[in-house]
Every structure is written in C-alpha cells, then in structure tokens.
C-alpha cells in the first residue's frame, strides 16, 4: 500500500514512516520540507497520485487562537479535496483523547473542528485519539510554572509513549477504515500531581510541584477525567519509567 503521511518528517510521522517500510508499504514523508503544503496546497496532487491512505498527524506550527484554527481547518479541507480528486479510500488523523470534553480549549476546539471536517467529507476515515506523550512530560510542567512551582491538578492522567502512538496509528492506516475512533493511552493511569512531581524527580528537575484542583491545563480546567480514556481503549506496554530510562539524554 502506498500511505502518505502528512507531517511525516515529525515526532510521530518519522517512526510511522519506519513502521510502515519495516512491513512492506510504501510510506511517503509529506511535509513543507519535502515540497508539501497543506495550508497552500502545494504539492498535494503529487503526492496523493495512487495513494491507498493519507494520514494526518501534521500540527500547528503556532498555537495561538486564530493560527490553531486556520491551520486545522484550512490544511485539513485541502487535504480532503486533493483526497477526493486522487480517489485515496481511507483518511487516518490522529487527535487527542478529551478533546471534546474541553470545547473552551483553543486547541482542543481547533481539533473538534478538523473531526467534524473529515466525518462530514464523504471520505472513509478512521480517528485516533491519543493520550499525552511520554515525550511532552516536561514541557507540560513548563507550562504549568509559576514563581512558586508546578500548578498541577489532582486528575487522572494516563500517557503513552510516541514509539506506541506511532505502531497503533500506522496499524488503523492499513487496515479498513473505522468510519469512528480509536483511543490510545499508557499502560498506566495516574493521579496527575503526583505523576509530574515524580517524572520531574527522575528527570533531575528541582521544581515542586504544587497541587492545585483549579490550575488549569493549557488554559483549561479539568475535571476528574477530562484527559484519560474510555472503557475499550488500546493500552500500549511501555510503562513512563522504563521509558525514561531508555530515552534519558536522548
């Protein structure tokens, strides 16, 4: 099968390349740096011609309100179009476990509105909606410093590992699609403050952190289970901490 991966140059794109070429398909990088553009279109009709999948797993390369919502919605309806145009059978996009539970989330609301886009195209597609990544730990618990530590919320918190989010979402590409979702999350479930305040620990990060029921995630306040998944999600096998251990430095 030929499967385009529409950010293929990135954290997840890259190892979904690699998967797929370790089993037999052609998988293809589509990126701006590979002379495709999602937001101008630029070679899309290329590098869809005698495509049997497209898979989205490109971001915003700015998360502010109006970028977030031009980038989604534009470079998704492209997308969708040169799909049409080229015949491609199945539609894969990789989104974010709770997104519609926090519709105030400017990002997470930019998500809602590239679900609705791929749902109401007409092309088969199949969602996967993925839990927080190993690899995001930190940079969570720098958005969430303030003078006097870590402001994390007392949730439930359940992450996976990119190299899982990666195997789970090339498997979904090359099988029919699910005309619905998937969720994808760790093998474990956490309380969030605790979680964070034990990563930043095995990290050597001297930050405390402060638990707070009102600190807000990206903007957003959570409830008990706004972030962790449903009954039937997919668990991947890696746990954070033999993770870390592999990944420490890298």
């Known amino acids: 099968m030929k499967i385009v ?4 140059t990135g954290l997840i794109g890259s190892r979904m390349i690699e998967k797929l070429r370790e089993n037999g398909h052609e998988g293809v990088a589509a990126a701006p740096s590979t002379g495709v553009n ?10 869809m011609a005698g495509a049997d999948a497209v ?9 502010k309100r109006e970028d977030v919502w031009n980038f989604f919605t534009t470079s998704t309806t492209n997308l969708l179009e040169a ?13 974010i476990v709770g997104s519609e539970r926090l519709p105030e989330n400017d990002y997470f609301r930019a998500k809602i509105a590239q679900e609705k886009l791929i749902e109401e195209s007409g092309v088969p597609y199949s969602l996967v909606h993925a839990t927080q990544f190993y690899e995001f730990v930190k ?6 410093t303030r003078d006097d530590g870590v402001h994390i919320a007392p949730v439930r918190f359940q992450p996976i590992a990119a190299a899982e989010v990666s195997l789970n979402v090339a498997k979904v590409a090359v099988d029919a699609p699910l ?3 998937l969720e994808i999350a760790g093998p474990d479930q956490y309380q969030m403050d605790e979680f964070i305040g034990e990563a930043l620990k095995a990290l050597g990060d001297p930050r405390t952190v402060v638990t707070d029921v009102h600190a807000r995630y990206f903007g957003s306040e959570l409830e008990q289970r706004s972030l962790v998944p449903g009954d039937g999600a997919t668990l991947g096998r890696i746990g954070y901490f033999d993770w870390l251990k592999d990944n420490q430095g890298k």
């Open 5 to 8: 991966v529409i950010g293929g």
């Open 38 to 47: 999602t937001l101008t279109g630029e070679g899309l009709a290329e590098v």
């Open 55 to 63: 898979v989205d797993v490109s971001n915003s390369p700015s998360w």
């Open 83 to 95: 799909e049409k145009a080229a015949g491609v059978g199945h539609h894969v996009a990789l989104s």
């Open 139 to 144: 940079g969570i618990a720098d958005e969430a």
């Open 179 to 181: 005309n619905g979702r």
